[in-house]
């Protein structure tokens, strides 16, 4: 079965810090990649997704991915974060199967971001 | 426009009752998902339908069912209820791709089940 590890689960930082947070997944076929955020009190909403073409995707908010094949990796970056940035952050990894569409999550990473 | 639509928002039942949950998709989405999340863990996916069929099904027991209505809404079942089976309960909509069901997902506000 398909798995999708987020390394980090909790991270701490101060406003303008740089960030990034890992996400791997075991599946070996061809894949559809996403980022999800949920802020406090809010639903689950997309940062950003990769289906195919240039690896480096760009998000809302100043957020960007990398997909690296080799690595089986998906991790998400922003340069400068802001107070706004607390939120819970989730990876997510897509694939057919035999006729079917099976997502997988990753269990999240909380980012709490100080001013 | 109207997000993806929830109801109940919280649900109590004890162990052994039957509970149904309902979803509301985005209007001109065609596909739902459900998924389960747990304190502290990320969405599990339970079902997809698209076009009222079955696309996908997750690691769940037969006590889950779900089907999806000619206008796309969608309900999850669950049947003899365990402790366990207390959770959030998410449904995500999605306009296919081309035809296929990998596209962003939107998802609701979830329903909150407590199984006592």
């Known amino acids: 079965a398909q798995s999708v590890s987020q390394h980090n689960h909790h991270v701490i930082l101060s406003e303008a810090a740089s960030l990034e947070l890992g996400c791997n997944y075991s599946?070996?076929?061809?894949?559809?990649l996403f980022w999800y955020v949920q802020y406090p009190g809010q639903h689950l909403q997309l940062l950003l997704k990769y289906f195919s073409g240039d690896p480096l995707v760009k998000g809302i908010k100043g957020f960007e991915a990398e997909f690296i094949k080799s690595k089986f990796s998906f991790n998400l970056r922003k340069p400068s974060v802001q107070w706004s940035d607390t939120a819970e952050y989730f990876c997510?990894?897509?694939?057919?199967?035999?006729?079917?569409?099976?997502?997988?999550f990753g269990r999240g990473t909380s980012l709490i971001v100080h001013p | 426009d109207a997000g993806v639509t929830q109801s109940p928002t919280h649900l109590i039942k004890t162990r052994g009752q039957q509970v149904t949950l309902r979803c509301s998709p985005i209007s001109g989405h065609k596909s739902v998902s459900w998924y389960q999340q747990v304190l502290g863990q990320g969405p599990q996916f339970i079902f997809q339908y698209y076009e009222k069929e079955e696309r996908g099904r997750g690691n769940f027991p037969d006590r889950f069912s779900a089907r999806q209505f000619p206008n796309y809404s969608s309900e999850l079942n669950v049947n003899a209820l365990l402790l366990g089976d207390s959770a959030l309960y998410l449904c995500a909509s999605s306009f296919p791709l081309r035809g296929a069901v990998t596209n962003e997902q939107f998802f609701g506000p979830g329903t909150r089940l407590t199984v006592l």
């Open positions: 599946y070996g076929g061809t894949v559809n």
């Open positions: 997510a990894v897509g694939h057919a199967s035999g006729g079917s569409y099976i997502p997988t």
